[in-house]
């Protein structure tokens, strides 16, 4: 992840990732561990937690991108295990200005032999196996208080609702395609595995209201 992250930081345009004024390159990365606090996220066979797992990748890998480049400005949604909102993941980017959105998970599958990474974009699903990664980490909400008021109704169980807020927002999608695309670039080129060919896209309510190219990373099971 530091690796593909590290490709973009000087060559990011806000049309997209080609050579451009220093103004334009990015200054602000906004880094989200997905689940924490009183919502592990999934568990590994030998008591593992999802959301001890992304904090750890994403704490490295700011500090290794701060190492790289000193006048990047990383802000964390969490820098401890605690429990953040979703819809407040995507204000704390905002609130910040932050110019890349990328938020980190960890996969689960019935199947124990299932591996391999996968970079997902804001949008329609396109297959049932898409739509059912982005309900599991919607799933969340319904551990927040006064959730149906907080997301206006918002059911993470229904296809339709779903589906409906993704409508909302497109602005962002050409960018956070080419952003995605480029992480998955950088992890082919370090040799992990590629689940499905192509950039995914699902209806992530993390992403939802970030104003800004923003991800979802599926790092691996």
């Known amino acids: 992840l530091f690796f593909s992250l590290g490709l973009l930081l000087t060559a990011w345009t806000p049309s997209g990732f080609q050579k451009g004024d220093i103004k334009n390159r990015i200054k602000i990365v906004c880094l989200d561990a997905g689940h924490g606090g009183k919502d592990p996220g999934c568990s590994g ?6 959301g001890l797992v992304t904090l750890k990748i994403i704490l490295e890998v700011g500090k290794k991108l701060k190492a790289a480049h000193p006048d ?3 802000i964390y949604t969490r820098d401890t295990d605690t429990f953040i ?6 204000n704390i980017a905002n609130r910040n200005k932050a110019d890349l959105f990328i938020s980190v998970h960890c996969n689960a599958a019935v199947n124990k032999n299932a591996y391999g990474t996968e970079t997902y974009t804001m949008g329609l699903h396109k297959t049932d196996g898409n739509l059912n990664v982005a309900k599991r980490e919607n ?27 993704t409508l909302m927002q497109e602005e962002y999608l050409d960018n956070s395609i080419s952003l995605a695309s ?3 670039n950088g992890f082919a080129a370090l040799g992990k595995k590629i689940r499905a060919s192509g950039v995914k896209q ?3 309510m993390v992403l939802h209201k970030a104003y800004m190219p923003r991800v979802l990373i599926e ?3």
């Open 45 to 50: 066979p030998k008591g593992s937690h999802e």
């Open 85 to 90: 909102e979703l819809n407040e993941r995507a």
């Open 219 to 221: 790092t691996g099971f």
């Open 72 to 74: 990047l400005k990383i």
């Open 202 to 204: 699902a209806p992530f």
């Open 139 to 165: 799933s969340v909400i319904l551990q927040e208080k006064d959730y149906q008021k907080t997301y206006d109704g918002f059911d993470p169980n229904s296809p339709e609702t779903m589906i409906g807020f």
């Open 182 to 184: 480029k992480i998955q």
